[in-house]
């Protein structure tokens, strides 16, 4: 996503093993010519993109911000087509953390007295002022 005609995404590495079978789809990935690294990078020329072969590492993505921010997204085992909505949906974001939105409170079973609502008339209720008596309870004092 760019934020005043600057994209967010500055680089992508991809980590893979040479010869592991959790990188096969990685692998199939940067060696396809049509619809592989080397099509996903002529469709977004404004992300650097390197490819790092290790051994004995699952595969995984490394986004790189301007800002600075990280994001590492595992691959294990993934098709080509889901890693290349991993790196699509990289590009989009805008590289800040996310914070934690509160949801609402909504109870599985809900209140027995029922939803407070300060439109609703209390004509059956008694109407006492301080000082006043109602039903024979005793005199409220008011409050010093």
Same mark, same amino acid.
């Given at each position: 996503? @760019? ?5 967010? &995404?500055? $680089?992508i590495t &991809?980590?893979?093993?040479? #010869?592991?079978g ?5 692998? *199939?990935?940067? %060696?396809? *010519? @049509? @619809? ?9 020329? %404004?992300? !650097?993109?390197? *490819? ?6 699952h ?15 595992? !691959?294990?085992? %993934? ?5 290349e $909505? ?5 590009? @989009? ?5 996310? $914070?934690?939105?509160? &949801? ?8 027995? %007295?029922? *939803?407070v609502?300060? #439109? ?6 008694? $109407?006492?002022e ?15």
């Amino acid at each position: 996503m @760019n934020s005043k005609g600057i994209w967010q &995404l500055r $680089k992508i590495t &991809l980590y893979y093993c040479p #010869w592991g079978g959790s990188s096969e789809y990685m692998r *199939t990935f940067i %060696q396809h *010519t @049509n @619809n592989g690294l080397a099509a996903y990078a002529r469709r977004n020329p %404004q992300v !650097v993109f390197h *490819t790092y072969a290790k051994k004995r590492i699952h595969p995984h993505i490394v986004g790189e911000f301007v800002n600075g921010h990280k994001i590492d997204v595992s !691959v294990k085992n %993934q098709p080509w087509v889901d890693i290349e $909505k991993f790196m699509t949906r990289m590009r @989009n974001q805008v590289g800040r953390h996310e $914070k934690h939105q509160r &949801l609402a409170h909504f109870p599985l079973i809900p209140s027995v %007295q029922g *939803t407070v609502n300060p #439109w609703l008339p209390y004509e059956g209720l008694p $109407k006492a002022e301080f000082g006043e008596a109602v039903d024979g309870e005793l005199e409220r004092l008011p409050r010093a």
